[in-house]
Every structure is written in C-alpha cells, then in structure tokens.
C-alpha cells in the first residue's frame, strides 16, 4: 500500500527558508503527478505546488510563485518544496499528494501524507 511521510516543517521568523521532504513507500513518485498542498485552521485545503507525471513540469500557485520551488528526486523517490521568502499567510499544514492523471491537479488526488506543521511568526 502507498504510503507519503512529509517532513521538513518548523518554526521560521519572516524572509526565512525551509525545505519540505516526502518520501514514498510503495509508491514511485516518478510516475505519477505529485502536489504539495496545504491547510490553514479554518480554511480549504489550498494547492501549492505541482509536478507533471511526465516530463516533472512545475506549476505553481500565485501566492507562491517566485518564492517555492518543487522538485522530484527519481534516485532517493523523494519529493521536495524549497520555500524561500516565507510569510505569515504560509503558515498552515503541508501535505504532499499523488494526482492520478498526467497533471497535478488537487482534484485527482487520492493519496496524501500525516502533513507537517509549517509555522511563521515573529
């Protein structure tokens, strides 16, 4: 059975950077669409990030456009999120997700991660 475990998440001030893990298990992330999406107290699930099955094209969404960066590595069947620049609307629990489909979109996604807590305050 599939499995995602995320981590990565923490406390940073404003400005600051982290890097998002997800390792699969009885998955290969090569062949499938991945998302990083993500839940504030309160909120919708959101989209953040995506991966295409086929050629690994990234998508993003505006809010963190320029700022996030996605990332397969095939060899460690590890997915990343490098997020720079980062700001008190991007606190909330990250999830990484498969999307069945060619492309990653939070619609197709059937299989998700326990999150991991990313906070920003000052």
């Known amino acids: 059975q599939a499995e995602l475990v995320e981590s990565g998440g923490g406390l940073v001030q404003p400005g600051g950077s982290l890097r998002l893990s997800c390792v699969g298990f009885?998955?290969?992330?090569?062949?499938?669409?991945m998302v990083w999406f993500r839940q504030a107290p309160g909120k919708e699930r959101e989209f953040v990030a995506g991966?295409?099955?086929?050629?690994?094209?990234?998508t993003y969404a505006d809010s963190v456009k320029d700022r996030f960066t996605i990332s397969r590595d095939n060899a460690d069947n590890t997915l990343y999120l490098q997020m720079t620049s980062l700001k008190f609307e991007d606190t909330a629990l990250y999830y990484c997700?498969?999307?069945?489909?060619?492309?990653?979109?939070?619609?197709?996604?059937?299989?998700w991660g326990q999150g991991t807590q990313v906070t920003v305050f000052s």
């Open positions: 997700g498969r999307s069945r489909g060619p492309m990653p979109t939070m619609t197709n996604v059937d299989s």
């Open positions: 009885g998955i290969s992330l090569k062949n499938h669409a």
């Open positions: 991966v295409s099955r086929i050629g690994g094209i990234p």
